[in-house]
């Protein structure tokens, strides 16, 4: 499903806040595609791990991801990224942030038309705005 312009910079602005929680204003791919949260928790874990039928924006990052643990507990970090947002509330509905060698192989493309949401200018810091 292709999806607007209008509704392409929801789910950026939803990306942005996200990325600097986890300390990356500036991730160097972004690719989003229209699912659903039991075929893209399937394509992520693999047959038989499902979520819910309702229609999912799956994001999928490249980037150095770090988020200090909180109350002292212990920090998070990887160099991908997948996000569930939720289109009706546009809301970051569940994610996972993995290093470099536990990326699952997954390929957006055969979930749907894949939107790229990183090019110029798109996300602060980029220094190709």
Known sequence: MLVDEGELER??????SWVL???DPDPWEVRMVVTTGDAGMAALYGPGVGSVPEVRYLVVLRGM???RGEDGGPDRSGEWAALFLNPVCMRVAGYTVRPLDA????????LGPVHHLDGPGQFRGRGDA
């Open 103 to 110: 990326i699952p192989e997954l390929r957006l493309e055969d």
């Open 11 to 16: 789910v950026r602005a939803v990306v942005r």
């Open 21 to 23: 929680e986890w300390s």
């Open 65 to 67: 991801f770090l988020k």
